[in-house]
């Protein structure tokens, strides 16, 4: 069932140093078993993902760990396939890291930063992408982070110089 996969793959996650992933994969598991009302997990498997579940948090804090889980929970059924396939050991992370461009975005902030580049609100990304605004807003200092900069003017900038966006298309009269 799907929603081991996901959990598996969050165990996998949080076993890998990688928290945010695991928490944002466990709260897309929740929400669809919340969906379904399945359960299939044995308890055994409940026990490990408990011990997941209170590593990733222990690790990520409170607020970063909410927002996590917020945003898996509102992750589609696409989306979250993709980021479980995007999961891997830290060492075959750094292996593609090196491959590919220096900076890497989470599906999730390349959404982000596609409305970023436009000029909106994080109220506005927050109703264009059905996230919570401090949800948003999370995304958006995270990719500052990344990127190296302090503001959201800096974060376009770069990302436009790295190739990672297309400029926005000017507004049509």
């Known amino acids: 069932m799907v929603i081991n996969v996901f959990e598996g793959t969050a165990l996998a996650a949080a076993a890998w140093n ?23 997990m044995i308890a055994t498997d409940r026990a490990a993902r408990q011990r997941a579940l209170e590593a990733v948090q222990a690790s990520l804090g409170g607020a970063r760990f909410r927002a ?22 830290l060492e075959a992370a750094a292996d593609q890291a090196r491959a590919q461009s220096a900076i890497k975005l ?17 109220r506005e990304m927050a109703d264009a992408l059905f996230l919570g605004v401090r949800t948003v807003e999370v995304h958006v ?7 190296g900069v302090r503001t959201r003017t800096a974060a376009v900038a770069a990302a436009l110089a ?12």
Do not use: F
Request: no cysteine; proline share 9%.
């Open 18 to 40: 990688q928290p945010e992933e695991a928490a944002r994969l466990l709260g897309a598991a929740e929400a669809l078993t919340d969906q379904s009302g399945a359960r299939t």
């Open 162 to 173: 790295a190739g990672l966006v297309n400029p926005a298309p000017p507004p049509s009269d």
């Open 141 to 147: 200092s995270r990719i500052r982070a990344k990127l």
């Open 68 to 89: 996590a889980w917020s945003d898996g929970r509102q992750l589609t059924m696409n989306r979250a396939i993709a980021d479980v396939q995007a999961i891997v050991p």
């Open 106 to 122: 989470s599906p999730r902030e390349e959404d982000v930063l596609g409305l970023l580049v436009t000029g909106i609100s994080d």
